[in-house]
C-alpha cells in the first residue's frame, strides 16, 4: 500500500492508471476505521484495481458547533487497517492542499439535502457535495462505494453525481452494524456506557418499524408513533428528528408505498447519532 499526501501526486497516479485502461475504484473516509468501512472496502476490492481510498476529515462539512476538532483521529491504526484490507492507495491530503486560501467554490444540491440532517445542520451537505466532487476530481475513480448508513449523504452524492453528468458508478453499501444492532459509527467512541446502552433503542425503533411495515401498515403516522415511543422511553436518548420519506426525493410521506426511509437521528448526551431503515416494497 502506497501513502500520497499531496494532490497533486495523486492525479498523477490516477491519470496513469487510467492511461493504462485500470478501473478505479474509490472509498472516501473520514478515519477511524471500523468494520464499516472496511466493508465498504472490500466491495471497493471485488469492483476495482486498483482501490483508492481517502482519509480526510473534511472541514466544511462540520458546522461551527460542532465536533471537527475532537473527531476521533487514529492514522497508524487506520494505516494498519487499510493495508489488511488490501487498498493500493491511501490518499490522506492537507486541508491546505485541498482548500489553498483563495479557494471560494461550492456545490451544493438542493432539494434532497434539506429535510432530516439539513435541517439542523443546514451548511453539512454543501460541505460533503464539495469534497465529495473535488475528491472524484483527484482521485478520478470509475466506482466509489458509500455507505447507506448516511443515506441522505448518499442520494446527494447519486443526484450530485447524475445533475453534473460526472462519469462516476456511486454503490450504496449496507449499514453495518454491531452484534447487538447498533450502526457502527466512528462517533460511537465517545458514548458513554449507559449512553451506549440507550443508544440500542434506535436499532429497537427500526425494528419496530420494520415489523410494521411487514404487517402492512400504511400510514406513515402510526409507524412514527410507535418508533418516537420507543425513543422517548429512554431517558438518556433526545430525538432531533424521526421521519418517514420517499426513499429517492427523501421528502415526508403519509402512505408507504413504493421506496421509503424511515430515517432518525437523536442526542445521546452530547453525541448526535444517526440511523435509517430503507423498506422497499416494490
Ligand atoms: P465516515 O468516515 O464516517 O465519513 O464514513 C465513510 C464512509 O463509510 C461513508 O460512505 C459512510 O456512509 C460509510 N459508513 C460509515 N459507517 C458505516 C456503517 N456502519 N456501515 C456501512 N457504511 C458505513
Not at 438518556?236 to 410521506?253: E, G, R
Amino acid at each position: 500500500m502506497e501513502i500520497i499526501r499531496t494532490v497533486k501526486e495523486m492525479k498523477e497516479f490516477s491519470s496513469q492508471a487510467r492511461r493504462a485502461g485500470k478501473t478505479i475504484a474509490f472509498v472516501p473516509t473520514m478515519g477511524f476505521f471500523h468494520e464499516g468501512h472496511l466493508s465498504l472496502m472490500r466491495e471497493g476490492r471485488r469492483r476495482g484495481d486498483p482501490l483508492i481510498i481517502s482519509l480526510f476529515v473534511n472541514p466544511t462539512q462540520f458546522g461551527p458547533s460542532e465536533d471537527f476538532k475532537s473527531y476521533p483521529r487514529d492514522f497508524e491504526r487506520d494505516r494498519k487497517m487499510a493495508e489488511e484490507v488490501g487498498v493500493d492507495i491511501f490518499f490522506a491530503p492537507e486541508a491546505s492542499d485541498m482548500y489553498p486560501p483563495d479557494h471560494q467554490t461550492i456545490v451544493r444540491v438542493e432539494k434532497v439535502t434539506q429535510n432530516l440532517c439539513g435541517r439542523s445542520r443546514p451548511t453539512h451537505f454543501q460541505g460533503v457535495a464539495t469534497v465529495v466532487m473535488m475528491l472524484f476530481e483527484i482521485v478520478m475513480p470509475h466506482v466509489a462505494i458509500f455507505g447507506e448508513k448516511d443515506y441522505q449523504q448518499l442520494v446527494t452524492i447519486q443526484q450530485m453525481v447524475r445533475d453534473l453528468h460526472m462519469g462516476v458508478e456511486v454503490v450504496g453499501w449496507p449499514t453495518v452494524r454491531e452484534a447487538d444492532g447498533l450502526a457502527m459509527s466512528s462517533r460511537n467512541t465517545y458514548l458513554l456506557p449507559e449512553e451506549r446502552k440507550a443508544a440500542l433503542s434506535l436499532y429497537r425503533s427500526l425494528q419496530k418499524a420494520k415489523e410494521l411495515f411487514q404487517k402492512g401498515e400504511k400510514k406513515a403516522d402510526r409507524i412514527l408513533h410507535e418508533v418516537k415511543g420507543i425513543l422517548q422511553s429512554e431517558p438518556l436518548v433526545k430525538i432531533d428528528y424521526v421521519q418517514v420519506c420517499d426513499a429517492h426525493t427523501l421528502q415526508d410521506v403519509d402512505r408507504i408505498e413504493g421506496d421509503v426511509v424511515v430515517a432518525l437521528a437523536a442526542y445521546l448526551g452530547k453525541t448526535r447519532l444517526i440511523d435509517n431503515l430503507v423498506y422497499r416494497t416494490l
